[in-house]
């Protein structure tokens, strides 16, 4: 471990997180950038581990949900709200570390499982060349939804490395003005995508203005942290989300790209009608775990709720 008096900046409520202390056992704090790799890799992999079964737990919740078939009109609402959400709830959450905090992050990542892109991370099941997605645009469009949901892991895991205290806490006094900007800009995109949902103005000028902003405090706090700290978490973080950017710039371009030159545009309701086939089993019935009638099974859900509660209703012999 390194000595305490390095300089290193902790925040030992980061390190704690109000909940089990996982890695802090005697209030020290080992920053990536300053472990061996075995050590940097089981510290890591479990913080991964932790994101990677959350997210799994949300992945299979928004199957569910796409399965229940809510009104589409009802899940645009609450995908609106999800995408104005996420700044407020992101800047709370790794401000202040709590459970609820954190489940209400994660929720809202994923929009409270009423997310109505064409690139929604479940659509990674929607294998190219399968079901009749032959086109480029539905290779392009699966991949993008690969890169988010991966986004979503990698956001979890430095989530839960912040809270453990396995990453330098940002440097005095500029590395905590560039973090804030960071999370500003990156929620402010999803600000946008609010108000493009309720037909708000101003979305693609607020849209351009978190672009400027997250890239600017990528740049500047990767290159803080490399003049002022001799461990390379934020460097490496920051630098990871240029990448991550970059990567969808060219996914945006190729859209762009195959949509003017004639390929056909992915259709969401086409791709959730295509994932709730791959997807749907036999609904059991709700009293006696046995399947359902035929025509019982193919009814819509609404009414098929009604019809299980008119059968609730008929006399049994006792």
Known sequence: MMDMDDGVNVNAFWCHGGGLDLNCGNDEVEPMGSMGAADFLAKIGRAFMFAFWIHFAFFVAELAMLLANPDPARRKVVDGFA?????PLTILSFYNSDTMG???FFAALWHFFSDTSATRPTYALLLPG????TTAMDAVRWFEACWILAHHVAIGTVKFAVDWGLVETPREPWG???LLVFLVGAGLAHTAFGLDSFGI?????????SQVLRIGADVAMSQYSADHSRYVDWVVLM???LCWLGVMFAIRGAVAYLSASGSAVTNSRDADAALAALCRGPPPDEKRGLPMAPELSQAPLSTRAVRV???AELPTMS
């Open 83 to 87: 995408h104005i959400l996420v700044m």
């Open 102 to 104: 954190q489940l209400l």
């Open 130 to 133: 399968f079901g009749g997605r």
């Open 176 to 178: 905590p003005v560039f």
């Open 201 to 209: 103005r101003g979305g693609g000028y607020l849209l351009a203005l």
């Open 239 to 241: 630098r990871g989300d």
């Open 309 to 311: 509660s008119e059968l």
